[in-house]
Each structure stands twice: as C-alpha cells, then as structure tokens.
C-alpha cells in the first residue's frame, strides 16, 4: 500500500468539538473528518463530496497536542439591511439602517498546530496520484486552513512510501490509535486518555464517532494490535 504523508501546520487552529455548546471547545488534534475536508480542498472536490469520492481514505496522525488559549469572537447574528438600488440627495443613511446583532463568543484555539499526516486511498488510484502530484508541486484548488476557513494553514510534502502490514503483535505506534483496533499495554512515562472524536460523516450530515488513544506529549503508545503498518522509520495505525 501506497502512502504520502504530509505536515499540516498554522499559527492557529480550531476543530469545534461534537459536544461543545457557548464556549466552542477545540478538538486538540484534526479529526479524520477534518482532513477529509483538507484533501477535498488541495484536489478541488465539490462540497460535501470528499467523504464520498474519498472513499476507502486511510489517515494516520502523529504528533503532539498543543497549546491552546481563548479567544474571543463576534459573530453576527442578523445581517444589515441591503443597500437601495436608488439613492436620493435627501437620504440619510446611517439613520434609516437596521442596527447590527452581534455576540461575542468565546472559542478556544490552538497555538501553532503541526502534525504529520499520512493517508492512503488504495481504492482510488487516480486520485491518489493527484493528490501526491499536487503535494510535490504545492498545487491546490482552493486555500488550505486549520478547522475555521479564516485560519490559514501551511502543508509541506514530505514523502511517498510504501506500507508493510506488520504480524498481530505488540507494537509501539508513532499514531494515535482508535480503541477497536489494539489493546492497550502498560508503559511508564506516558500520559494516555480516551478521546472521542468524528471519523466519517454521510450525505445527510450525520456524524460517526470513536474514541482513539492520545498520548499527552506525542509519544508512542504501546499497543497489541493487528493493524499496525510500517512506514518508513514509524509504525503506524490507519483508520
């Protein structure tokens, strides 16, 4: 199996969490369904159209969570009034004008994002191969950004390998690792949780979620797993 990994990285990021209500929480890494979106944009797919012709997308993510802080936005609620197509001398038009609703409201945001992606589409291989051309070349259709279209991100290429299906056997995995897929070992000096985040999302706008192991800092985590692929130096798990 074909797979090109790639750094997606910005000065800010923002990946709404499913569960979030005023206070828009962030996911601390890209959820699948976010690079679906990212691919979409770099291969120029229609809305709502990756998670379908994307099909069959085996993503990987490595890399450490970081630092976030809140930020606060205005959105606005009720747009103004159109402007006339006529316009007479006697108009006054800051009087005549609906005033603009707004709210303020807290986001929180992540500071300098950068992880490496690796991805795969074994059942597509033409657009496999735009997506690797595209990568080298720095060629995309539409901007690249980190969760929220207004933060604008940056993606390197970094290489094309080929992947090794690893034995069934115990493994530390440079990626983080949905729960179905290994069982978790002991191992000290690492901080591991359970983090449940969207995976795939149908034409309906209907969400699946999982729950996959985070290590805190980065690290590997230490796994009993038959989904374990070698790529390159690192072992990593698809989902």
Known sequence: MEVVSFIWQAKYGH???????????????????????????????EKDSPQHELLGLK??????????????????KDPPTALPYTVK??????ES????????????????????????LPT?????????????????HFSLSMGLSELLAQVEYQELSQAQNLP????????????NLGELRAKDNVAIYLLRMPV???????????????????KPIKIHTSHAWQVGNRKLVFF
């Open 200 to 218: 795939n999302v149908d034409k309906e706008r209907v969400f699946k979620h999982e729950s996959l192991y985070l290590e805190r800092h980065g």
């Open 97 to 120: 004008s609906k005033p603009e609703k707004a709210a303020l409201i807290n986001q929180e945001w992540l500071w300098k994002p950068s992880f490496l992606i690796s991805v795969a």
């Open 89 to 94: 001398a006697k108009d006054k038009g800051s």
């Open 15 to 45: 990946f709404l969490r499913a569960e979030a209500n005023v206070n828009a929480l962030t996911y601390p890494l890209p959820p699948r369904t976010a690079i679906i979106g990212l691919l979409g944009a770099m291969l120029g797919l």
């Open 59 to 76: 993503v990987a993510i490595t890399g450490s969570p970081p630092q976030k802080f809140w930020h606060r936005v205005k959105l606005r």
């Open 124 to 140: 597509k291989l033409l657009l496999f191969t735009d997506l690797v051309n595209r990568l080298q070349n720095q060629q995309w």
């Open 168 to 179: 069934e056997g115990e493994y530390e995995i440079d990626s983080i690792c949905p729960q």
